[in-house]
C-alpha cells in the first residue's frame, strides 16, 4: 500500500465516523513501532493536504526495555522533521505495579493512557489519536471471546469513544499491519521494532503468535472473519443499546442516587433489553466492570422473573445493593439501612417536630373542636385527628420495634404491625423510615400513611382536638 491510498482509506473513515472537524487539536500517540509511525505520517498528510489540524506527537517513555532511550529519539527526530510539537515523560511502570497490584501490561496501559490524556488537557486536545489497527482488533475480540464477553466485547474496539471529555480516535482500524510496514518501507520511514512483542508470555502476545496462526489452520482468513464480526456486533450493539436507552427513560425512576423499575414493565422487555437495561443501570451507578458481569446480571434479571419470592436482596459489589420488594426492583449505591432506630420524646404538642432520620417533619395543632372538624378519627393518610384530653403524655415518635402491635380502628381487634406493613405492601427497607406514634401508656396511636388507633377519637363530646400531620422535609434552594 502506498502513502496515498492510506490517506483516502483514513480519509473516509475519519469522514464515516465523524473522527475530527478542521482546526482540532490532536494527540498523536507514536511509540516508533510501524504502526504508529504510519499514523503519524498519514495525519500528517492530511493536515498539510486535506483538514487543517493541530497535531502534536507524544510519546510515553516506559523503560522497561534498553532500546527505550533509542525510540525516544526516533520518535523526537521524526516528529521534529515534520515540524510537529514533541511531548515525552518517562513512567515508572515498576512503581505503579507495586502500588496497585497489576501486572505489567495493565500498569504500562494505565501509566500511558494517563500521560496522554494529560497532554489532552495541557493542550486543548479534542482527542487522542492511536495506532490499532486491523490485527489489534481481531486479537482484541478473540480475547473477548475467551474471557466470555457478550455482545459489546465482541464489537472490539470503537473507532472513537468519549473518555474524559476527550476523543480517543483509531483511524486505523480498518487497515491491516502489513499495509502499514509497507507504507513506511516505501516512504522510508524509519520505526523501531519492539523485541517484548515476541514473548509469549504476555496474552495478546501469545493469541498474535500461537491462537491465531493456530485457528488459521481452519481458517485462512481468520482475522478478516473476526474483524468483519466486530463490524456486524458493533451495530447490532449500537441498537441494542438505544433501545436500552430509550426503556430506561421510559421505565426507570431515579430518585436520592435510587433506581427504581417496576417488575411488570420489565418483564414486558425482550430478554436481551432486560439483560441490556440492568447493565445500562449498573454503568450509571458504577464505573467498575466487575459490577457489569454476565453472571451478576443474569442473578438480578432472574430475580425479576421469578414468581414466588417477590422479596430479596442481592450484594452486587462495589458498595452497590439490588432488592425486590414485591413489584418494585430498587437499585441502591449503598447497602440497606437495617438498623435504622430514632426516638423524640413529647412532653407537650409542639407546633413542629423536625425528624431528620427519615426527612420528615411532625406537625401538631390543638384547636376547639368546631362545625369544621371532621368527626371521624382518621382523616387522610399522613394526618390524624385526636381528642386531646383523652391523650396521654408523653407521646413518643420512633422506629418500629420488633413485637409492636395495634388496637386497629375497625377492626375489633390488635393487630402486629408487621402484618400491616404486609397488608399494605410496604416495601421492607422503607419500614424503619415509617414512624410509630405512641402514648404514655405505650399504646400504638397511629402510624402515618398506613393505620389509625382506637384510642383517643374524636366524637361528638370532644372539647379540644389535636390535629397531627407528617410531611416530607422541604430543602430551599439555595441562593
Not at 500517540?29 to 503519524?40: E, R, Y
Not at 501509566?111 to 490485527?135: C, M, N, P, T, W
Amino acid at each position: 500500500m502506498r502513502m496515498n491510498h492510506l490517506v483516502e482509506h483514513v480519509l473516509r473513515t475519519a469522514e464515516e465516523k465523524d473522527l475530527w472537524s478542521a482546526h482540532d487539536t490532536i494527540i498523536v500517540a507514536v511509540s516508533g513501532g510501524p504502526d504508529s509511525v504510519a499514523l503519524l505520517h498519514v495525519m500528517h498528510d492530511i493536515s498539510l493536504h486535506h483538514t487543517p489540524l493541530n497535531l502534536i506527537c507524544a510519546h510515553a517513555h516506559h523503560g522497561f526495555r534498553a532500546e527505550s532511550d533509542a525510540e525516544v529519539e526516533l520518535v523526537r527526530l521524526v516528529a521534529k522533521e515534520l515540524h510537529i510539537p514533541f511531548e515525552t515523560e518517562k513512567l515508572d511502570i515498576p512503581a505503579y505495579m507495586r502500588q496497585s497490584g497489576k501486572g505489567p501490561e495493565e500498569a504500562a496501559r494505565d501509566k500511558r493512557y494517563e500521560f496522554l490524556f494529560k497532554q489532552a488537557e495541557a493542550y486543548g486536545a479534542q482527542s487522542i489519536a492511536v495506532g490499532h489497527h486491523a490485527d489489534d482488533q481481531a486479537e482484541t475480540v478473540l480475547l473477548h471471546l475467551l474471557r466470555g464477553s457478550g455482545p459489546s466485547g465482541l464489537s472490539g474496539m470503537k473507532f472513537k469513544r468519549s473518555l474524559k471529555n476527550v476523543e480517543l480516535i483509531r483511524p486505523l482500524l480498518r487497515i491491516y499491519k502489513t499495509d502499514l510496514v509497507e507504507v513506511c518501507g516505501n516512504g522510508g520511514y524509519a520505526y523501531a521494532t519492539d523485541n517484548s512483542n515476541l514473548q509469549t508470555e504476555y496474552r495478546r502476545n501469545a493469541i498474535r503468535l500461537n491462537v491465531l496462526p493456530y485457528l488459521g489452520q481452519y481458517n485462512g482468513q481468520i482475522t478478516q472473519s473476526l474483524n468483519q464480526l466486530a463490524i456486524l456486533m458493533s451495530g447490532e450493539d449500537d441498537y441494542v443499546e438505544l433501545a436500552a436507552e430509550e426503556a430506561y427513560q421510559d421505565l426507570v425512576q431515579q430518585k436520592d442516587g435510587r433506581f427504581t423499575i417496576s417488575v411488570p414493565s420489565f418483564l414486558g422487555l425482550h430478554v436481551a433489553l432486560q439483560r441490556r437495561l440492568i447493565k445500562l443501570i449498573l454503568n450509571y451507578m458504577s464505573v467498575n466492570s466487575e459490577i457489569t458481569d454476565y453472571s451478576k446480571v443474569e442473578t438480578v434479571r432472574q430475580g425479576f422473573v421469578q414468581i414466588h419470592a417477590t422479596t430479596w436482596s442481592r450484594d452486587l459489589g462495589g458498595g452497590i445493593t439490588c432488592i425486590r420488594e414485591y413489584d418494585i426492583v430498587t437499585f441502591m449505591p449503598q447497602p440497606l439501612e437495617k438498623g435504622l432506630s430514632y426516638t423524640y420524646r413529647l412532653d407537650s404538642v409542639v407546633p413542629e417536630l423536625t425528624v431528620n432520620e427519615i426527612g420528615k417533619v411532625l406537625r401538631m395543632t390543638l384547636r376547639p373542636r368546631g362545625d369544621n372538624v371532621i368527626l371521624k378519627g382518621e382523616i387522610q393518610g399522613n394526618e390524624a385527628l385526636f381528642d386531646a384530653d383523652q391523650l396521654v403524655f408523653p407521646l413518643t415518635l420512633r422506629s418500629r420495634q420488633d413485637g409492636d402491635t395495634m388496637k386497629v380502628m375497625g377492626l375489633g381487634g390488635s393487630k402486629k404491625v408487621k402484618d400491616l406493613f404486609i397488608d399494605e405492601k410496604i416495601p421492607p427497607s422503607m419500614r424503619q423510615s415509617i414512624p410509630m406514634i405512641v402514648d404514655g401508656r405505650n399504646n400504638m396511636l397511629w402510624i402515618p400513611g398506613i393505620r389509625r388507633s382506637i384510642h383517643a377519637p374524636v366524637d361528638p363530646h370532644t372539647t379540644s382536638v389535636l390535629h397531627m400531620c407528617i410531611e416530607e422535609i422541604v430543602v430551599e434552594p439555595s441562593l
